[in-house]
């Protein structure tokens, strides 16, 4: 029975990164906005899925909007800082991850947060989304967007979507089968992960036995580090606190095993769910098997959900979704660099308008279990790392084909299934989301659908935005602080020709824009190092530094990398061999130097 009903200018169903992101941004716009959540937590792959260790849009250049905010709020609160593991530059307890989104919305007073709560009927009017029903209530809004994990609403509303694999055929992607094989009928879509946290009780503690769940197979995890080692396993998530996220692809607890079960029927993804829930139990009491009981299962972690919890995030980690059939579909060519270059060509529209509305730049990965799935290369070597080359996500991307009043704003975009390895990463749907709330706040405000909004109008809300201004056009070599970076997203939004296929500004076209005007000195962090030491250069963007300097860590050899654009450009021109002063972030789980200043002895 419907005990009430709601009305709002904006309704984002799911709670997750992209609708955390979209309710806020669309809340901050000034818009009445109702977020329905089926967890306690906000976040989704950051916090309640556990995956708080992001990729992409890790270089300085990319941080920007909610999603660099959010960075910037982890290193204030996180103690022990963000610089712990290998996978990711930042690592963090869920729990400080989900207490920043809930106090962001909580700050917001024309933002109504109702968790608990998942979607059953989508309500139209003609071609129209009006609102969604609920177990108890119903909202009805002018825009309503899907932030669910699987595009729920896409289904509910009729939408039409994808699920599954797109053959070469249709889109012309490299990475794509020719024909249906063996592959995509196993795994029709990317394998979710149950994420577990474990913890290191030390030397003298023992950890509580994991329990054997009712289907135990540790056979399977055989081999799942003897390429790396223990130490190098555990460092893969290590988080603050002697806590280890487990999210391993080898032999691990990714769980594709009819995953479209997921999208059959309720009682069918509940069983797949159980399934994953306890191949996750399985491996980390493999793992405490195989290591001792100095490893068992943290404690108080997550809130108690049906079947997650304490150590087991609230639901897995979904990689992929349905998807949305938009007005445009982002495809692996358009995540690709160009020819020769470091960066994806940037999307124009027919009348020649570039209409990019955020921005990734992971280097595309898939999940099968058991497989290696080969993909176009789309990384290369920066700051002594590997990173992805970025591509932008078009706004066409989040409105149906057909449908009004709705948006997409998670994984369920309009992407191909090959693409969507690029796109599914934390920052990317946390930039997505961003880009639907505002897109939705002004649709309100215009009293338009989202197919008619002006993307133009868009773009300059979104990087003009007074609290979380983001990046639209991808230069590894100006970040958000250069007093010249709002002139050169606009400069590359008019004139799309000139974007330099490097990904970077020439140091000419910037000192003629500065005229005069000095560039802000980079601040060291305070948590920064300050050692000296002889510098190595292995390889091209290829680095290390054996210390001398502090004298305890004398003869200690370090892998320096960095994230800073000026401090990539120093690094280029370095002789091997030269004395170096370095302020750097120490990373234990990775072996890295992580440098924010430099300066020749």
Not at 15 to 20: H, Q
Not at 172 to 179: F, H, Q, R, V, Y
Not at 504 to 526: D, F, I, R, W
Request: with cysteine.
């Amino acid at each position: 029975m419907i005990n009430q009903i709601f009305t709002a200018d904006v309704l984002v169903v799911g709670g997750g990164t992209g609708g955390t992101a979209a309710a806020i941004q669309a809340a901050r716009q000034g818009v009445s906005t109702i977020l329905v959540s089926e967890f306690p937590w906000l976040g989704g792959m950051l916090t309640s899925a556990g995956v708080c260790a992001p990729d992409g849009n890790e270089l300085a250049a990319f941080q920007t909007g909610l999603w660099g905010a959010f960075l910037r709020q982890l290193r204030h609160r996180q103690i022990g800082g963000l610089d712990n593991a290998w996978v990711s530059m930042f690592t963090y307890d869920p729990r400080i991850g989900a207490k920043i989104f809930a106090d962001w919305v909580q700050e917001l007073p024309n933002l109504k947060w109702i968790a608990g709560q998942t979607p059953l009927e989508v309500i139209k009017q003609g071609n129209c989304i009006m609102g969604v029903r609920f177990k108890d209530f119903v909202v009805q809004a002018k825009v309503t967007l899907d932030a669910t994990e699987l595009g729920e609403l896409l289904a509910l509303g009729d939408v039409p979507h994808r699920w599954g694999w797109e053959l070469q055929s249709e889109f012309g992607e490299p990475s794509a089968p020719l024909s249906e094989n063996e592959l995509t009928q196993r795994y029709p879509v990317q394998a979710p992960t149950w994420v577990v946290i474990l913890k290191d009780f030390g030397t003298e503690g023992e950890a509580p036995e994991i329990l054997a769940p009712p289907h135990d197979a540790p056979e399977q995890f055989r081999g799942a580090w003897e390429n790396y080692g223990v130490e190098q396993f555990l460092n893969y998530g290590r988080l603050p606190g002697d806590l280890f996220m487990i999210n391993w692809p080898i032999c691990g607890n990714d769980w594709g095993e009819g995953v479209g079960r997921l999208v059959e029927s309720n009682s069918a993804r509940q069983q797949f769910l159980q399934e994953a829930r306890w191949h996750t139990q399985s491996f980390a009491r493999f793992i405490q098997t195989q290591l001792g009981r100095r490893y068992g299962l943290a404690e108080n972690i997550f809130p108690h959900s049906h079947l997650g919890g304490s150590a087991y995030a609230l639901h897995p980690y979904y990689r992929e979704s349905r998807r949305l059939v938009g007005q445009l579909t982002v495809r692996e060519i358009d995540i690709l660099p160009v020819p020769g270059g470091r960066v994806a060509p940037l999307p124009v529209d027919t009348s020649g308008e570039v209409n990019a509305i955020a921005l990734g730049n992971y280097a595309n990965d898939h999940h099968y279990p058991g497989v290696n799935f080969p993909l176009a290369p789309k990384s290369i070597r920066w700051g002594g790392r590997w990173t992805g080359t970025p591509f932008t996500i078009p706004y066409g991307c989040f409105v149906p084909i057909s449908t009004d009043g709705l948006l997409a704003c998670e994984k369920n975009i309009s992407v191909s299934h090959i693409a969507n390895g690029s796109t599914r990463l934390q920052p990317v749907v946390m930039n997505i989301g961003q880009a639907a709330g505002m897109a939705a706040a002004l649709c309100v405000k215009a009293n338009c659908q989202p197919r008619d909004l002006p993307v133009r109008y868009l773009q300059e809300a979104l990087l003009q935005d007074t609290v979380a201004p983001t990046v639209l056009i991808p230069l590894f070599n100006l970040p958000p602080h250069h007093p010249q970076w709002l002139y050169w997203q606009r400069y590359y939004l008019n004139h799309p020709e000139d974007y330099p296929a490097t990904g970077n500004l020439e140091k000419e076209s910037k000192g003629e824009m500065l005229n005069g005007t000095p560039t802000p000195p980079h601040p060291t962090p305070s948590s920064s190092i300050c050692c000296t030491g002889i510098f190595q250069r292995r390889a091209e963007q290829d680095y290390q530094i054996t210390l001398l300097e502090p004298t305890s860590w004398a003869g200690q050899t370090w892998t320096l990398i960095t994230l800073q654009s000026h401090i990539d450009e120093q690094l280029q021109t370095l002789s091997d061999q030269q004395l170096l002063m370095v302020w750097a972030d120490l990373n234990l789980g990775g072996n890295w130097l992580v440098a924010q200043n430099i300066k020749v002895c």
